[in-house]
């Protein structure tokens, strides 16, 4: 079966420490996203690429850092520069100049 | 920045009756599309409608949108109680751009 695959589904950290959120492909979908959801709130882009070894800062990048090295792979690095992290992350997809991307599944974070 | 804002933020309606959504959004798009999201899971594609369109139906689903008005409307009819979920509007503008989601109408469609 063809989708998105995010994990974990829930994640736990402390506060000040680095986490790396998973987003895996196999639609063979040339752009990816990452957006943050918080309760009652739409969803706010983070980093998108839209081909390999290259991406660009969404709305709110500060304190999150992307790699983009194969066409399948976007994970996302919560830094501890992100003063408030705890949320719930959206990873999509699409086709190069698709209009409609495809989401996984999320991952909620919660930093104690 | 969001560009769509949904209205009304929260609905409660009965198992039968028809829910109607709205969405404004504030520059030029190239499409507006609406998502269903069931609490804490992904976002699940409802439909798109472009911007030289005025009308679109899918199943149960009836979606509008004015461009001078800058405002697209989301009917379900004959909701049911599964219908319960938050509903997003996205656009995207010209030249490829991500999509920019508003902050959602929450849906719950009472049995």
């Known amino acids: 079966d063809g989708g998105i695959t995010q994990s974990p589904k829930y994640l736990f950290r402390k506060e000040g420490q680095n986490v790396t959120l998973s987003c895996e492909q196999n639609?063979?979908?040339?752009?990816m996203y990452w957006y943050r959801q918080d309760p009652g709130q739409g969803l706010r882009l983070i980093y998108y690429?839209?081909?390999?070894?290259?991406?660009q800062k969404g709305d709110i990048a500060e304190g999150y850092s992307v790699s983009r090295e194969k066409k399948e792979s976007f994970p996302l690095t919560v830094t501890s520069a992100q003063k408030n992290p705890t949320a719930f992350y959206l990873c999509?997809?699409?086709?190069?100049?698709?209009?409609?991307?495809?989401f996984g599944p999320g991952t909620r974070l919660t930093v104690l | 920045s969001q560009q769509g804002e949904e209205d009304p933020q929260a609905l409660s309606i009965q198992e039968g009756e028809n829910a109607t959504m709205n969405c404004s959004y504030k520059?030029?798009?190239?499409?507006l599309q609406w998502y269903r999201q069931n609490s804490g899971r992904g976002l699940v594609h409802l439909i798109l409608?472009?911007?030289?369109?005025r009308e679109k139906h899918s199943g149960r689903l009836r979606v509008t949108l004015d461009t001078s008005k800058k405002s697209s409307s989301l009917l379900i009819t004959a909701s049911r109680a599964a219908d319960t979920a938050s509903y997003f509007c996205?656009?995207?503008?010209?030249?490829?751009?991500?999509?920019?989601f508003g902050k959602g109408t929450r849906l719950s469609v009472i049995a």
């Open positions: 999509a997809s699409s086709l190069a100049g698709g209009p409609v991307p495809f």
């Open positions: 996205a656009t995207d503008a010209q030249g490829n751009t991500p999509l920019v």
């Open positions: 639609l063979n979908h040339d752009a």
């Open positions: 690429s839209q081909i390999v070894n290259d991406f």
């Open positions: 409608i472009r911007s030289n369109e």
């Open positions: 520059t030029s798009i190239n499409n």
